[in-house]
T-cell receptor
Framework: EPEVTQTPSHQVTQMGQEVILRCVPI?????FYWYRQILGQKVEFLVS????????KSEIFDDQFSVERPDGSNFTLKIRSTKLEDSAMYFC????????????FGPGTRLLVL | AQSVTQLGSHVSVSEGALVLLRCNYS??????LFWYVQYPNQGLQLLLK??????LVKGINGFEAEFKKSETSFHLTKPSAHMSDAAEYFC????????????FGSGTQLTVLP
């Protein structure tokens, strides 16, 4: 069964450093998403992406964040200058409208900013 | 704006007992509703979804949920809990037909006692 994959599974970085989180969505899906879950809190939407541009973004997704689909398979989330509060689990998801908007989630990347 | 309320951040049941996890939603349009399960250190797995067809929805692992418009509820049930059901459960809502973001509830941690 096709699944969303994410790399790395864990990332530790120093405050102020740039990180890139990578996702490979399911191959025939057209809509891509990033969510985050701070430890002990609810899953929060960050951004959605369709046709090589951002469809929606939340208040969390400020100028330090960016997304890109650099090739036909990868979908990346870049955090330019990490802050302590960026420490969270980051989930990638994808969907195709033919499956009635079921978003399929990857296993997540746990980011720890020191 | 949509919102989801999950009553009870922690629920404990005995093995073999009924599982009932509560979810109430607020939406300005008839929503799509989802239950996801998160096992420790893993991603989000879809349990079941309501997409305006049958109001009683059956999912994986013996779970089911009933959409009740009059009560704006989508409670998750399982007749007989198993130890392997111990996990965190998230209810989520989205607008239909738009591939828009999921709005999650705060989650319910289910503990199954032997």
């Amino acid at each position: 069964e096709p699944e969303v994959t994410q790399t790395p599974s864990h990332q530790v970085t120093q405050m102020g450093q740039e990180v890139i989180l990578r996702c490979v969505p399911i191959s025939n899906h057209l809509y891509f998403y990033w969510y985050r879950q701070i430890l002990g809190q609810k899953v929060e939407f960050l951004v959605s992406f369709y046709n090589n541009e951002i469809s929606e973004k939340s208040e969390i997704f400020d100028d330090q964040f960016s997304v890109e689909r650099p090739d036909g398979s990868n979908f990346t989330l870049k955090i330019r200058s990490t802050k302590l509060e960026d420490s969270a689990m980051y989930f990638c998801a994808s969907t195709d409208l033919t499956v009635q908007e079921t978003q399929y989630f990857g296993p997540g990347t746990r980011l720890l900013v020191l | 704006a949509q919102s989801v309320t999950q009553l009870g951040s922690h629920v404990s049941v005995s093995e073999g007992a009924l599982v009932l996890l509560r979810c109430n939603y607020s939406s300005s349009v008839p929503p799509y509703l989802f239950w996801y399960v998160q096992y420790p250190n893993q991603g989000l797995q879809l349990l079941l979804k309501y997409t305006s067809a049958a109001t009683l929805v059956k999912g994986i692992n013996g779970f089911e949920a009933e959409f009740k418009k009059s009560e704006t509820s989508f409670h998750l049930t399982k007749p007989s809990a198993h130890m392997s059901d111990a996990a965190e459960y998230f209810c989520a809502v989205t607008d239909p037909g738009s591939a828009r973001q999921l709005t999650f509830g705060s989650g319910t941690q289910l503990t199954v006692l032997p």
